[in-house]
């Protein structure tokens, strides 16, 4: 070998080794188990689910397929997973509610008019939402460059007609940014949650959690479950992915409220995994949205049997009929097989 190659190899070996090191764990699966039969359903806050898959709230949907949030839900609805609709939906909450039977959360951001937040939670509790999902890592709008660059505008909320006018103008970039400014509230605290408390009975998830600071503060505040997620990355840069952080905070939490976690779950494997680290569920954020886009309620239903099909098969193949099964022992990550091998 020349110098030249020496340097290209050793150039390849640095990728390949870079490479390894970013895909997390890897499985441990257990065989001579009888997996002639496979059972995703679970239970999640109580009620029963076909797989431990939620739809996460994701804005607008109307953008992605003119029925908009309806049809998500009416996939949810045939799928039998859990909806979270957003606060930012451009179907109403009612309007969702009425479409089918799906099991639907609501999410919430937290408003400087405290009363328009307060009417959209009385709103969704009267149309039968069961809980609350309260996001959290939003106080202010993270930079979006790519709304700037396009001139991004905020549609017309139909949940806010007569509270609020969306249409905020805005000559600098993306008025989306702008709507942000003028409604979220930045001063929004752990106190606050007991003011959320106060004016609703449904259960309240605590949506954007990275850290075991925070997620024994989300308890203490009487959160009734944690949301691990960075948003999608659509907030802060270098947060950590959600994957790696998901023990710390369900090892804080010691089994008092149920963990879930969003971001890059693509896959049936990536499910899996997030349960052998201590995940009740999943949330399913843009693979959601890009069904929408592709076939409306079809597309939904299809991204959600792909997920549902995917798991199944994980599952048989590493010796788990149901998802009780799933321990942590199915998993190894990336730390401790570099702990392993030193
Ligand atoms: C287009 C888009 C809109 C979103 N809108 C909301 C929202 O209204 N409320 C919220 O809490 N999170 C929102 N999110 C974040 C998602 O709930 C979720 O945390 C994130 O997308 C991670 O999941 P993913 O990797 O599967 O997309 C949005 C994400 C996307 C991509
Ligand atoms: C009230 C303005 C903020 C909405 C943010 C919607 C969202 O979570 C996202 O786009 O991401």
Redesign the pocket.
Known sequence: MNAGQMKSAATISCCLLILYACIFGRFRPRVLIDVSKISLSTTILGYNVSAPIMI?????HK?AHPEGEVATARAAAACNVIM?V????MCTVEEVASSCDAIRFF?I?VYKRRDITAQLVRRAERSGYKAI?L?V??PRLGKREADIKNKMIQPQLKNFEGLLPTQVVSDEGSNFKAYADLTLDASLSWKDIGWLRSITKLPILI??VLTHEDAIKAVEAGAAGI?V??????QLDYTPA?ISVLEEVVHAVKGKVPVFV?????RGTDIFKALALGAQAV???????YGLAAKGETGVRRVTEMLKDELELTMALSGCPTIKDITRGHVITDRERLQSSL
């Open positions: 996460a709230p994701t804005s607008m953008l979270i957003s606060y930012s939906s999410q951001y999902v996001t890592d939003v949506k954007g949301v997620s960075n948003h999608g990355a659509r959600t969003d971001g890059g779950v693509r949330l399913i954020g843009r693979p959601v949205v």
